[in-house]
Nanobody, 112 residues
């Protein structure tokens, strides 16, 4: 079955950086567009970014454009999200997604 395991979340100060990882298994990763989404406390799930199957194309929510970079390693079945210049409003649980399936999430907290 599809399994997505996120990691890399942490407590970081505003302006800091984090790199999230997602280990994927149970499906054909290299032929699947992949996504990151997040859910802030008391809010709904928000789409963050999408990457094409070969990693050459990506899309970002306006709120993270220019600060976040999505990437993938098809040889290792890994998805990444590099997050720079983090803001307090980026505080959320971050999920790796394929379709409606997501992992358990990883907590990112941005606070001074």
């Amino acid at each position: 079955q599809v399994q997505l395991v996120e990691s890399g979340g942490d407590l970081v100060q505003p302006g800091g950086s984090l790199r999230l990882s997602c280990a994927a298994s149970g499906f054909n990763f290299r032929t699947s567009a992949m996504n990151w989404a997040r859910q802030a406390p008391g809010k709904g799930l928000e789409w963050v970014s999408t990457i094409s199957t070969d990693g050459t194309q990506s899309l970002y929510a306006n709120s993270v454009k220019g600060r976040f970079t999505i990437s993938r390693d098809n040889a290792q079945n890994m998805l990444y999200l590099q997050m720079n210049n983090l803001k307090e409003e980026d505080t959320a649980v971050y999920y790796c997604r394929i379709g409606s399936t997501r992992g358990q999430g990883t907590q990112v907290t941005v606070a001074s």
